[in-house]
């Protein structure tokens, strides 16, 4: 069966000018934008793979790629206006059938299990969805009070979101609605139930800087190695 | 104003000739529970410090502390059944007024900043309970099926959970029961209103491996400095 992998980094609101952006910040020698596409060629030296960028940094990327002789072959598709633009961008340069796993440029630390699992499960099921635990204490924030939530209800959504293709590519040609936060919930409107799969704890979305240097210890560990 | 820090460490069910509880694996040179102790003693060095322990583990904790030279004043209390017991039993060895830090002893990189805010709130409103926001998508697992959660309404509760200590103590002395999740569940049926403040994403409570690994980088960094 083909494998697709749809790498989507950064959203429309960079400016040029403005700090580097994250999936371009470099960790263990390279930017983590190369360390997310490598992972997904280790794990199947045949997936096609598209990358996802907003229009502004498309020269640059190609620039980091000639600097670090990043050799991986993968298309690049342009960024929209909103995630669920940029998505539905990308699955346009995906033809034909198969899986494909919709994953943030971010997430460098989805370990080779997770996308096995993901894997099986789309091909059984459509779709599959990794997801962890929550290990705090919620609360439910609304006009200015706060109630606990039974967090055990509760799970942390991580990507990469696998999909079997045509099913998402045609859950993609509904119209935009701001309730669409990720591409499951995208799938959801069309009627499909959602398969969760477990998640590996290390998957985190680079968003902090303490998440950059948790990246960088790990993904130098696995350089060394 | 006194202070007072409740450090409860470990529950009951930790078995001797387990592997070594959390609290006391090493991290840049000392044990866990060491570098939180620290915390509070380096925020305010007055501040009178109360460890809870489960009982058999009271006397590896002084071995520990002789090991390493550990020499910051500090009670021991017993732990209990649950951990709403093991913070009754701190909790009685506070005496006076003054406010009280309730903090996990696996969390060793809350920021002096957060302890700041949570000590002006409890001073003010009698609660502070530290929560960041969540950067994940969250779904509602029940009955083998799920739904998307607005995220933007939730928040991850953390610790320290401070409090004036009579009224934690009043709350303490209610009946045990099991939706008592945190200290803030536990005040917040006494009818008390919560107040959320602004906590450091860095401060995460040790749980996975990867955790540990975060915490020593950052830890080292520190002692580095």
Request: proline share 7%; charged share 20%; net charge neutral.
């Amino acid at each position: 069966m083909k494998t697709f992998a749809l790498i989507v980094a950064g959203g429309s609101g960079v400016r040029m000018g403005g700090p580097l952006p994250k999936q371009f910040v470099e960790i263990a020698g390279k930017p983590i934008l190369m360390h997310t596409i490598e992972l997904f060629s280790r794990f199947d030296n045949k997936m096609e793979l598209i990358v996802v960028l907003p229009a502004a940094q498309s020269i640059f990327w190609e620039e980091l790629c000639r600097r670090h002789r990043f050799e991986i072959p993968h298309q690049v598709a342009c960024g929209g206006e909103t995630r669920f633009h940029s998505v539905s961008n990308g699955l346009e340069l995906a033809r034909g059938d198969g899986i494909v796993f919709i994953h943030d440029g971010v997430r460098p630390l989805v370990s080779s299990v997770t996308l096995r699992r993901c894997f099986e499960t789309a091909v059984q099921q459509g779709n599959a969805v990794p997801a962890v635990p929550v290990s705090e204490s919620v609360r439910w924030v609304e006009n200015g009070l706060n109630h606990p939530v039974d967090r055990s209800k509760l799970v942390l959504i991580q990507t990469p979101q696998t999909f079997r293709l045509p099913l998402i590519q045609a859950a993609y040609r509904q119209p935009f609605d701001p309730a669409f936060t990720d591409d499951a919930s995208v799938l959801e409107k069309t009627g499909a139930a959602i398969q969760l799969v477990e998640g590996n704890p290390e998957n985190i979305k680079i968003t902090w800087p303490a998440d950059l240097r948790l990246a960088e210890l790990m993904l130098e560990t696995e350089t060394s190695r």
